[in-house]
């Protein structure tokens, strides 16, 4: 397990500055930027859902064959857009949607439970299980990696 866990921190290198070394006027700033990011994520969410209405439509219309070419085509089309509208954190440049590294998504906390095989990340401060992926129960309303606050909405 400490193998393990220093082996991940050298993958990892958190960023230089984190909320703490900015001033209110920068925090203020990036949470300004960071509303047309959020924006643009919520839309890139809604293309994604009509891409894949129309992609499960084609596939009746198409034959076997052809279902290869058109999954790849909906991968790289996914792919392609997910890249230029992932929301990175106009602190530190950094996808704001990674896995949970330092600092908590919810409340800004770096108490966070390490979690493990099975078992979900948990913060400490407020309590938030930070359950990844499809069934992701927390919203994202700081960066995970410098802590600055981003949207109240959360995304
Ligand atoms: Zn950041
Ligand atoms: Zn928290």
């Given at each position: 397990m400490g193998e393990y866990r220093s082996f991940?921190?050298?993958?990892?290198?958190?960023?230089?500055?984190?909320?703490?070394?900015?001033?209110?006027?920068?925090?203020?700033?990036?949470?300004?930027?960071?509303?047309?990011?959020?924006?643009?994520?919520?839309?890139?969410?809604?293309?994604?859902?009509?891409?894949?209405?129309?992609f499960a439509f084609a596939l009746i219309k198409f034959s076997r064959a052809e279902e290869f070419y058109l999954s790849l085509t909906f991968v790289c089309t996914y792919v392609f857009l997910y890249l230029l509208f992932r929301p990175l954190c106009p602190a530190c440049?950094?996808?704001?949607?990674?896995?949970?590294?330092?600092?908590?998504?919810?409340?800004?906390?770096?108490?966070?439970?390490?979690?493990?095989?099975?078992?979900?990340?948990?913060?400490?401060?407020?309590?938030?299980?930070?359950?990844?992926?499809k069934g992701r129960s927390y919203k994202v309303r700081r960066c995970t990696h410098c802590g600055v606050f981003l949207d109240a909405k959360g995304l």
């Amino acid at each position: 397990m400490g193998e393990y866990r220093s082996f991940r921190l050298l993958k990892y290198s958190p960023p230089e500055k984190t909320a703490a070394n900015y001033s209110e006027s920068e925090k203020n700033q990036f949470q300004e930027s960071f509303k047309r990011r959020a924006r643009d994520y919520r839309i890139f969410k809604y293309v994604v859902l009509g891409l894949f209405l129309v992609f499960a439509f084609a596939l009746i219309k198409f034959s076997r064959a052809e279902e290869f070419y058109l999954s790849l085509t909906f991968v790289c089309t996914y792919v392609f857009l997910y890249l230029l509208f992932r929301p990175l954190c106009p602190a530190c440049s950094r996808n704001v949607m990674a896995e949970v590294k330092i600092f908590c998504p919810e409340c800004g906390s770096d108490r966070i439970s390490p979690g493990g095989f099975m078992r979900a990340k948990e913060c400490l401060s407020c309590g938030e299980v930070l359950r990844q992926g499809k069934g992701r129960s927390y919203k994202v309303r700081r960066c995970t990696h410098c802590g600055v606050f981003l949207d109240a909405k959360g995304l």
